[in-house]
């Protein structure tokens, strides 16, 4: 059984540009939850994807967009990068219905973004 | 406002000994689950046990154990027999069903130190 994969393990980029972090589910996965995870902090809830459709989101600025692909893989996308922008970006996945409050997140090892 | 405190920044323990981390939460909701994370240095969060708030008996997974006080909202992890690969933060989480979807709400863990 394959875990939850992410891509790329580090970037660097600049103030203004854009950026595309990838996340491959847990087999037999159907739901994935992104967040974001500041130096010395608790990860923060982005948003979660079911079955190819946005679930739920946190308190980020709609730059910040996603998409879950039919074989529930999922990419993370930040427009206009800010510095604030800089953390380490955790993709989880889960299996069964809506990824509900019975189902636990299993977690990739993360990306860290910097952003200059 | 949905929140989770560690209010032990560090721990240290010895090798062989018993620790405990604790954690408070507040949510209004009557449905929801508990968790402890860990992440090493080598960033991977992983699951060390859950907790279903409708159950009163408390989760045991080898030496890892919790106290669920679900009055006092509390949910702290007991370590027994501490070993050098326990070194990590600790991250305590609950879920529930919100409208940001099934996310979890992180505390801003607690860092323990294993000593020989």
């Known amino acids: 059984e394959t875990g939850v994969t992410q891509s790329p393990t580090h970037l660097i980029k600049t103030r203004g540009q854009q950026v595309t972090l990838r996340c491959s589910s847990q087999?037999?996965?159907?739901?994935v939850s992104w967040y974001q995870q500041a130096l010395g902090q608790g990860p923060q809830f982005i948003f979660q994807?079911?079955?190819?459709?946005?679930?739920g989101r946190g308190n980020f600025p709609p730059r910040f967009s996603g998409l879950q692909f039919p074989n529930y893989s999922s990419e993370l996308n930040v427009n206009a990068l800010e510095l604030d922008d800089s953390a380490l970006y955790l993709c989880?996945?889960?299996?069964?219905?809506?990824?509900?409050?019975?189902?636990?997140?299993?977690f990739g090892p993360g990306t860290r973004l910097l952003v200059l | 406002a949905q929140t989770v405190t560690q209010s032990q920044p560090e721990m240290s323990v010895q090798e062989a000994e018993t620790v405990t981390l604790s954690c408070t939460y507040d949510?209004?909701?009557?449905?929801?689950?508990l968790f402890w994370y860990k992440q090493p240095p080598s960033r991977q969060m992983i699951l060390v046990i859950r907790?279903?708030?409708?159950?009163?008996q408390n989760a045991t997974e080898n030496r890892f154990s919790v106290n669920f006080q679900k009055a006092a909202k509390s949910f702290s992890l007991k370590i027994s027999d501490s070993q050098l690969g326990d070194t990590a933060m600790y991250f305590c989480?609950?879920?529930?069903?919100?409208?940001?979807?099934?996310?979890?709400?992180f505390g801003k863990g607690t860092s323990l130190l294993v000593t020989p």
């Open positions: 989880a996945s889960s299996a069964g219905g809506r990824g509900g409050p019975g189902e636990t997140q299993y």
């Open positions: 087999s037999g996965h159907n739901t």
């Open positions: 994807y079911y079955r190819e459709e946005e679930n």
């Open positions: 949510t209004s909701e009557s449905n929801y689950y």
């Open positions: 907790q279903e708030a409708y159950k009163q």
């Open positions: 989480a609950f879920m529930t069903n919100s409208n940001s979807g099934y996310a979890l709400n």
